[in-house]
Nanobody, 117 residues
């Protein structure tokens, strides 16, 4: 089970950090994906953190602004989001997969990120 925290309302240009904690399992065994779904749109991948650091990737629109990281001691994966834009507004999800079609992944409950002045 994945439990998310963070998110909220922030002004354009601001920052937020999302957390994804695993209960009952070790996240360092899994690639972890961050996804988001804006109103009226399909869920899309934002970032993927592989088991090793050389497997990190980002969706083009967030490159240079978002950073995925892990703290294995805390069994937690983070998504640091800087220079936020209104178009980043969405519900954000973490999952034990970077493949949105993988049927056996565990998903977080989702957290709302709203970027607005």
């Amino acid at each position: 089970q994945l439990v998310q925290s963070g998110g909220g309302l922030v002004q354009p240009g601001g920052s937020l950090r999302l957390s994804c904690v695993a209960s009952g399992g070790r996240l360092d065994f899994y690639a972890i994906g961050w996804f988001r779904q804006a109103p009226g749109k399909e869920r899309e991948g934002v970032s993927c953190g592989g088991v090793s650091d050389d497997k990190i990737s980002y969706e083009d629109s967030v490159k240079g602004r978002f950073t995925i990281s892990r703290d294995n001691a805390k069994n937690t994966v983070y998504l640091q989001m800087n220079s936020l834009k209104p178009e980043d507004t969405a519900v954000y999800y973490c999952a034990t997969t970077c493949d949105i079609t993988w049927a056996y992944a565990a998903w977080g409950q989702g957290t709302q990120v709203t970027v607005s002045s």
